[in-house]
């Protein structure tokens, strides 16, 4: 009996001892494959940081290697002919719009710092081809006739207004660029619309007008609008930028990379906008998302490559208010209960 006991007690501390021997062995394993896997998770990670910095250089490389061609075809613009300068100074912006496209789809690997960079440089490019534009190829001031009701005229392609050359006691910054392809000028109470292929890749003004409905059913490179009142203006993604300046009591629907307005007040802002939107001198601006559609929309965003999942439309720079701890009082988000949810255009 005693023997038995023993050699129950002896199995039984046998038992203990290979169970205790198959946790370590267990423990031992796992803690080797848990140390493989952190060693995968590392490479992996190094793999994935040095494929960022990869793609990092080559956008600096190709970036600053574009912005250097246009600078130089900026530089250049005092040796084209007069007859070439249109031809030239429309190629510049071109050439700006590819290279606001290129940042935009690096977009999801650029540090901010970079992508704001990137931004700031491309906005100042904008400006100095304009600039330069300016001074060699001045325009013409012009105003609009007092009677828009009784002003019928023929239609022309990519304008609805012909542009008047008589005084005006503005200044000519007041002005649509005069060089845009497609032009809507001094419309009152009208429903204008320009489809894809009349507006594609190309820069469109509207100044001027008073309680119309703009339709731009496709996907200009810029729009320059100045001077509207009481109206609604719709467009599709834009790949370049906006610039919006003195306008009221305005709905404005918009799709773009770059958003700016000046001197604007009484407007809502329904808008799309991978940047951020930037405000100067306005009051009573209120933001809410992007909400048109049209039937080539998707179509128009792809071949744009603006992105659909990068919307800052919320986000908004007030070059007016420097407080970093306060919100600026000049604009604020378009309240859900009064946003208008379907467009009956």
Excluded at 49 to 57: A, I, N, P, W
Aim: with cysteine.
């Amino acid at each position: 009996m005693a023997d038995w006991k023993g050699t129950y007690r002896f199995s039984n501390n046998t038992v203990e001892e290979s169970s205790k021997n198959q946790s370590l062995v267990t423990e031992k394993l796992q803690k080797r494959e848990d140390e493989r896997q952190e060693k995968l998770r590392k490479k992996q990670a190094e793999d994935d940081s040095f494929k960022v910095q990869e793609s990092l250089q080559i956008f600096l490389d190709t970036f600053n290697s574009e912005r250097t061609k246009l600078e130089n075809g900026l530089s250049d613009s005092v040796a084209v002919d007069r007859v070439h300068l249109t031809e030239h100074f429309d190629q510049l912006s071109h050439h700006v719009t590819k290279l606001q496209r290129y940042v935009s789809e690096s977009a999801m690997f650029l540090p901010p710092y970079e992508l704001k960079t990137a931004q700031n440089v491309l906005m100042s490019l904008q400006g100095k081809i304009q600039e330069k534009r300016d001074e060699m190829l001045p325009k013409k001031k012009f105003a609009f006739k007092s009677n828009r009701k009784t002003e019928k005229k023929a239609a022309v392609p990519c304008a609805v207004r012909s542009e008047e050359t008589i005084k005006d006691s503005k200044s000519e910054d007041d002005l649509v660029i005069e060089h845009a392809a497609c032009k809507f000028i001094g419309a009152f109470n009208e429903t204008l619309r320009k489809e894809a292929d009349e507006i594609n890749k190309k820069d469109v003004a509207l100044a001027g007008l008073t309680e119309c409905t703009v339709l731009l059913c496709g996907a200009p490179s810029a729009i320059h609008i100045n001077k509207l009142k009481n109206c609604k203006i719709f467009c599709g993604p834009v790949p370049g930028s906006i610039f919006i300046r003195e306008c009221s009591n305005c709905t404005f629907v918009l799709a773009c990379q770059q958003l700016r307005i000046h001197s604007t007040t009484e407007s809502h802002f329904y808008i799309h906008v991978t940047s951020k939107a930037i405000i100067e001198d306005c009051n009573t601006v209120k933001f809410a998302p992007y909400n048109w559609s049209y039937e080539q929309l998707d179509k128009h965003y792809q071949a744009t490559g603006l992105s659909k999942v990068r919307n800052n439309w919320d986000k908004v720079d007030d070059f007016n208010w420097l407080a970093a701890d306060a919100h600026s009082p000049n604009w604020s988000i378009l309240e859900e209960e009064k946003r208008i949810s379907s467009w009956n255009v």
